[in-house]
């Protein structure tokens, strides 16, 4: 099972910050978060992942909270091509190897 | 910038053929895996690859399925002999050489079973 829990669905205005929360209470501390998206049935997109500090690219910023329970995406200025199926998925190291696990994900839409 | 590819996009078969989906994964990565979306489901982890041998598979990765890197730029999946359960979108992914590094995923290929 997906170690993560996120809403299923999210509105969000164009231009303005959509903010993603995900809950990953039972994380270890070697884990780290990664973020994807999915547009339609493409893909999954690599978006950001951390591990305990914030992290911003040019797509999106990270924020984890200081015990690690919870982190939230930023999209800063969303548009309505971000409108995807966002995904917090929490690396599992099994066996030497790192599969993902994912969840269902919360459904973003970009509202013009 | 690099990217993972597969073909067929799209694939049509009869129930009980096999059918062989291709990956090409980035050039300079030695880790490999595939993943399967059944329509309007999750993303679920099927196998892992490495060092031209499985790493890690998942229940759903039984004795139909198989992994091959028959060359040194594709990686393949086979079904022997497919169900109609099979239908999905089946995705590829690498990652580079440093293990447990961020995976790359690639367009898919949507796979009818009739």
Redesign the interface.
């Known amino acids: 099972d997906?170690k993560t829990t996120q809403p299923p669905s999210m509105d969000c205005a164009e231009g303005r910050a959509a903010n993603l929360p995900c809950n990953h209470s039972t994380i270890s501390g070697n884990e780290?978060v990664?973020w994807?998206r999915?547009i339609h049935?493409?893909?999954?997109?690599?978006i950001i992942?951390g591990l305990k500090n914030n992290e911003t690219n040019e797509m999106a910023s990270l924020i984890i909270t200081e015990d690690r329970k919870s982190s939230t995406l930023i999209l800063p200025h969303a548009t309505l091509r971000d409108t995807a199926v966002y995904?917090c998925i929490v690396?599992v190291?099994?066996?030497?190897?790192?599969?993902?696990?994912?969840?269902?994900g919360t459904r973003l839409k970009v509202l013009a | 910038e690099p990217e993972v590819t597969q073909t067929p996009s799209h694939q049509v078969t009869q129930m009980g053929q096999e059918v062989i989906l291709r990956c090409v994964p980035i050039s300079n990565h030695l880790y490999f895996y595939w993943y399967r979306q059944i329509l309007g489901q999750k993303v679920e982890f099927l196998v892992s690859f490495y060092n031209n041998e499985i790493s890690e598979k998942s229940e759903i990765f039984d004795d139909q399925f198989s992994v091959e890197r028959p060359d040194g730029s594709n990686f393949t999946l086979k079904i022997r002999s497919t169900k109609l359960e099979d239908s999905a979108m089946y995705f590829c992914a690498s990652s580079d050489w440093r293990q447990g590094e961020t995976q790359y995923f690639g367009p898919g290929t949507r796979l009818l079973v009739l």
């Open positions: 997906a780290y990664y994807y999915q049935s493409q893909g999954p997109q690599y992942h995904y690396r190291a099994d066996s030497g190897t790192y599969k993902y696990i994912f969840g269902t």
